[in-house]
């Protein structure tokens, strides 16, 4: 079975561009989140998406957004780039919503976004 | 920011030793999770803990979830080179839907 796959693996924007990542998760997962990984910050959850319904939202701006699809491929959008937003970030998927009950989220390589 | 406190930050140990980390927290987690992070790739899930006092094996790892809910430690008997990486303890609250991270122990081995 292929594991969680992201694109691009790795990205070179300037500040006040935007950008769009991509995460496939796992045939048959449902349920797709999104983390940011910094030295300084560790992994902070941003959102997960289930059923195409976003399910959760961590505390970040309105300037990182996300959507999924039917086929539960999902997408993550920040606008307006800043240079803080340098970061690796990681996808993780799991068959289903993590509200209910903890069900185990496998990872994505990451996409490392640099902000120039 | 983070609500867990993971320690120690790194470790510089020989082959063979024993590693022993902790994570603890000022809240009650439903379940605590511990993840291995290799250069390039992202977390890998070691151990998942579901239940207060439970102390689960997988190999060489041994993980307790503690009695309060509010910590959990990962032991790493017989270290080996490739367990070089950073390891990452995780609590996740049904409630809120999503998984907490510590900021990562970082594990060198010496052969």
């Known amino acids: 079975k292929a594991g969680v796959t992201q694109t691009p693996r790795y990205l070179i924007k300037t500040r006040g561009q935007q950008v769009t990542l991509s995460c496939s998760p796992i045939?048959?997962?449902?349920?797709v989140s999104w983390y940011q990984q910094t030295p300084g910050q560790g992994l902070q959850f941003l959102f997960e998406?289930?059923?195409?319904?976003?399910?959760n939202k961590g505390n970040f701006p309105g300037r990182f957004s996300g959507r999924q699809f039917s086929n539960s491929r999902s997408e993550m959008n920040v606008s307006t780039l800043e240079l803080g937003d340098s970061a690796l970030y990681l996808c993780?998927?799991?068959?289903?919503?993590?509200?209910?009950?903890?069900?185990?989220?496998?990872f994505g390589p990451g996409t490392r976004l640099t902000v120039l | 920011g983070q609500q867990l406190n993971q320690s120690p930050q790194s470790m510089f140990i020989q082959e063979g030793e024993d590693v022993s980390m902790n994570c603890t927290s000022s809240?009650?987690?439903?379940?605590w999770l511990w993840y291995k992070q290799d250069p390039g790739e992202g977390p890998v899930l070691l151990i998942a803990?579901?239940?207060?006092?439970e102390l689960t094996s997988n190999g060489r790892l041994t993980a307790q979830f503690g009695i309060t809910r509010k910590d959990s430690f990962l032991n790493i008997s017989a270290s080996i080179p490739s367990d070089v990486g950073i390891y990452f303890c995780a609590g996740h609250r049904t409630n809120a839907g999503k998984s907490t991270f510590g900021d990562g122990t970082t594990l060198t081995v010496k052969p």
């Open positions: 993780a998927s799991s068959l289903a919503s993590g509200l209910a009950y903890y069900n185990e989220q496998f």
């Open positions: 809240s009650i987690f439903n379940t």
């Open positions: 998406y289930f059923s195409e319904t976003q399910r």
């Open positions: 045939s048959g997962h449902r349920s």
């Open positions: 803990l579901y239940k207060a006092g």
